[in-house]
């Protein structure tokens, strides 16, 4: 075991490179690049893994509780390969993916993260919970670190389910100063939204499923209730449950008329030949719940059979 000396020291190493990180930041190469190539030191075992982390002063987010848990696992793996593909994956979230953190320009005490996935500068609410899920194990107070980590993303996912709940992937927002690029693909939605905010907007029943499911996380490690009394953490449940009710609404009345969907898509997919893929949300009638879904990036459009016999047994 290290001893509590040897702890303390990395922590405040680490904690020091967050007061100097905005400085150097502009300096460290991007991630996508940095990833290309393999860097020392190698791990001892078989494979001679290398370590892919960048330098503390090019993370995107530095945090003492999770340097802890990388040297209390390291104190207890008896196999080097399988602790270096540990120290490389665990922390990689916050070494890269935190794009920008701040404050709501009309509130100073609402924290914001915006959490990209990969290398496109656009943040998925799904993707963005799974990304911080991990780090739940170390969380304890929301005095921890990490704790900002939780809560501006949760408090970015709530700005961005108020706006457009049916909504997937979201740009920047303008506090972060990030120059955002707009999606070029050809969608046609209702309802309609905003192209400036919004990346994509492929629905995802999903996306309500991880936002509570991190909010849940955050209040059960921590306690803080208080949290989701402030900002807009309210507004967005109520969003999700106002865009889960319309959802529920049976594609006909009781005497057979259509009614329109909630929700549609319509994407022009650019393959061999031009198609059309089109997504729409609603329900047959006596309230079944159904969607129906031909949206994939994929060469070919198909139309289940079984589900065609449905619709047309229903029409």
């Not at 449950?241 to 259509?258: C, F, M, Q, V």
């Not at 009614?259 to 329900?283: D, E, M």
Request: charged share 15%; hydrophobic share 40%.
């Amino acid at each position: 075991m290290l001893p509590h000396y040897a702890t303390r020291l990395v922590a405040a190493v680490v904690a020091a490179t967050v007061l100097v990180g905005q400085v150097v930041n502009a300096s460290c190469q991007s991630y996508s690049s940095y990833s290309q190539y393999r860097h020392e030191p190698y791990s001892t075992g078989a494979y001679q893994l290398a370590y892919q982390r960048p330098e503390p002063a090019c993370r995107t987010f530095n945090s003492t509780v999770v340097e802890d848990a990388i040297l209390r696992m390291k104190n207890i793996t008896t196999d080097p390969d399988l602790f270096r593909l540990f120290e490389n994956t665990y922390p990689n979230t916050i070494d890269t993916a935190i794009k920008w953190r701040g404050f709501a320009a009309n509130n100073t005490e609402e924290e914001l993260a915006f959490i990209i996935t990969g290398d496109i500068d656009a943040m998925w609410i799904r993707d963005s919970a799974n990304q911080v899920a991990p780090y739940r194990s170390v969380l304890r107070s929301k005095d921890d670190d990490i704790a900002s980590i939780f809560r501006g993303a949760i408090n970015m996912q709530a700005r961005y389910l108020v706006i457009s709940p049916y909504c997937n992937a979201f740009l920047p927002p303008p506090e972060a100063d990030l120059h955002p690029q707009p999606n070029g693909a050809v969608y046609s939605v209702t309802p309609p939204y905003d192209r400036s905010i919004v990346f994509t907007c492929n629905f995802e029943l999903d996306d309500f499923g991880a936002f509570l499911q991190l909010s849940h996380d955050y209040y059960t490690s921590t306690g803080d209730v208080d949290f989701f009394g402030k900002f807009q953490w309210i507004y967005a449940v109520q969003s999700i449950l106002s865009a889960s009710e319309a959802l529920r609404k049976p594609t006909y009345d009781p005497d057979g008329k259509w009614i329109p969907p909630a929700y549609t898509v319509r994407l022009l997919v650019f393959c061999v030949l031009p198609l059309l893929s089109t997504f729409q949300a609603g329900a047959f009638p006596n309230s079944l719940f159904f969607f129906l879904l031909f949206f994939r990036t994929v060469t070919m459009k198909t139309v289940p059979k079984k589900f065609q016999n449905l619709q047309n047994n229903n029409t």
